[in-house]
């Protein structure tokens, strides 16, 4: 399923609002809790793709099926982040990189899960229920974008929208099985995503090839006023060059002990498919990698409890029944909070208190700019970086209850959102029975990081290695698709 579909469209051969229909129908049908809500507008959105055709407009993305996380809004439909304090809002506007995509032809399907506020690396702490992963439905999709991981690697639509915060388009698209990619950090607006963490959060697509992921970024890219944060920056990223002559340092913190024996196959995989295609991969250190997870959370952690703090009963979110004003904000917040969201919270407010301010979150945010610093110093040196996305692949559901433990996932991931950094997560093999497999078993991801608004290096190496592997690390899609093409 790819934009060969909207080609399809665009020429009349096949009508956006059959290919809406099939994927609604699938959507409606699956069994992994991808979905928060579907689109009750669906078929009139198609219809009106279909009308803008049939009077000559040329769509790029002429009914493309879409699935958005459900913490980037979309008017007149539910915008709950996966939490029960955000359960009865409607969204009085959209998004800018939704809108842009529509303006495109896209359509969307629906509001995928996700963890609550973005907080969660397997997609177990949505307030509407778990998302399985569509490989083994007994183990977790990823988080925080887990429902949109889990709906493209599923084929139940064409692409689509997450956040990465810390990793929440890369690990869910290593553990599903598709590819996601975390932009620079201004490369895309953020206006119309319900924020986590201001100064991390990125909007990102997901898709099942080099070729749709680069056309959702081409078009949802862009300067926007309505976000302070955005970028000029050009908008073009697709490439007909390859990767001959180019150095990819291998990062040496990357390939420690922690990893699983299939993601070190994947890895050794990996180098040995980028030196056939004519590059030269060297081992680089960054030192600086030992602070990411600790900075990280000692960063996010106080945004979220600055950018939360607007939840308490009083305006749009849950509200519940109190004596006087202080008790119902206090119970507002205990029914309409999960417990990942307060415990994050409760971090943060701790880190930004008197007498702690100077020993946690300042002191973070001197070690972001030292990691910063190691990223500039060896891209002085190479191409692009090459790490693991996690240290395994997906994990059984329930099977990290200690939240420490689980923090532990994003050891590869943070980095990069603390840096401002464009990354990207690429399936390359399996692990099965504890060993690298090309053919069957957990997907695995590995990931590749490029130099500030480099981000069509990434989908060079992501297509040229597509090449290579002539997709056998992707899922069949679901027959619906077999229809139309």
Same mark, same amino acid.
């Given at each position: ?24 129908? #699938? ?32 769509? =790029?993305? #002429? ?65 509407? &229920? ?73 909007? &990102? =697509? ?13 078009? @949802?890219?862009?300067?926007?006023? @309505? ?9 073009? %990223?697709?490439? #007909? ?12 913190? &990357? @390939? ?30 960054? =030192? ?13 952690? =106080? ?33 309409? /909070? ?91 093999? %399996?692990?099965?029975?504890?060993? /690298? ?30 090449? /290579? ?17």
């Amino acid at each position: 399923m790819t934009l060969a579909l909207s080609k399809q469209v665009q020429s009349g051969a096949v009508q956006a609002v059959d290919v809406a229909k099939a994927s609604l129908e #699938a959507v409606r049908s699956e069994t992994l809790n991808a979905f928060i809500s579907v689109n009750d507008a669906v078929l009139e959105a198609a219809a009106l793709v279909d009308a803008r055709v049939a009077a000559g407009e040329v769509l =790029p993305l #002429a009914g493309y099926p879409l699935a958005v996380k459900d913490n980037i809004v979309l008017r007149g439909l539910g915008a709950t982040a996966g939490s029960r304090i955000l359960e009865k809002f409607v969204s009085p506007y959209t998004s800018s990189a939704l809108q842009k995509l529509i303006n495109a032809g896209a359509v969307v399907i629906g509001k995928a899960n996700c963890d609550e506020f973005g907080m969660g690396s397997s997609g177990e702490n949505s307030a509407y &229920g778990v998302t399985k992963n569509p490989r083994d439905h007994a183990r977790v999709p990823g988080g925080s974008s887990s429902g949109s991981a889990a709906a493209v690697a599923e084929g139940l639509v064409s692409g689509a929208l997450g956040t990465d915060t810390g990793g929440s388009i890369r690990l869910p698209a290593a553990f599903c099985g598709c590819l996601g990619l975390k932009p620079t950090y201004g490369r895309v607006s953020r206006y119309g995503v319900i924020a986590y963490a201001s100064s991390l959060d990125q909007v &990102g =697509p997901l898709a099942r090839n080099t070729a749709d992921l680069t056309a959702l970024l081409e078009v @949802m890219s862009g300067y926007d006023p @309505m976000d302070a944060t955005s970028l000029q920056t050009q908008t073009n %990223f697709s490439s #007909a060059q390859d990767i001959k002559g180019w150095k990819i340092g291998l990062v040496k913190e &990357g @390939m420690g002990s922690g990893n699983s024996a299939g993601v070190v196959g994947a890895m050794q995989a990996t180098q040995e498919a980028l030196e056939k295609l004519g590059a030269t991969v060297v081992e680089i250190s960054l =030192p600086s990698l030992e602070n990411a997870l600790a900075a990280y959370y000692l960063i996010a952690c =106080p945004e979220a409890s600055s950018n939360l703090a607007r939840y308490d009963g009083m305006v749009y979110s849950h509200r519940a029944e109190g004596a006087d004003l202080l008790e119902v904000m206090a119970k507002s917040r205990g029914e309409g /909070f999960g417990a990942e969201v307060k415990r994050r919270i409760l971090m943060g407010t701790y880190a930004l208190s008197s007498g702690y301010y100077d020993a946690f979150y300042s002191k973070a945010l001197r070690a972001r700019a030292m990691i910063a610093a190691d990223f500039a110093r060896v891209f002085a040196e190479v191409d692009a970086l090459l790490m693991p996305t996690a240290p395994s692949p997906a994990f059984l559901l329930g099977a990290k209850a200690d939240p420490l433990e689980m923090y532990l996932t994003d050891v590869d991931t943070v980095a990069v959102n603390l840096a401002g950094l464009p990354a990207i997560s690429i399936p390359f093999g %399996f692990e099965q029975n504890g060993q /690298f497999s090309t053919s069957a078993g957990l997907p695995i991801g590995v990931q590749f990081i490029a130099p500030t608004l480099e981000d069509a290096r990434l989908l060079t190496i992501s297509a040229q290695l597509e090449q /290579f592997t002539v997709g056998a690390f992707l899922k069949p899609v679901q027959d619906w698709v077999s229809r139309f093409l």
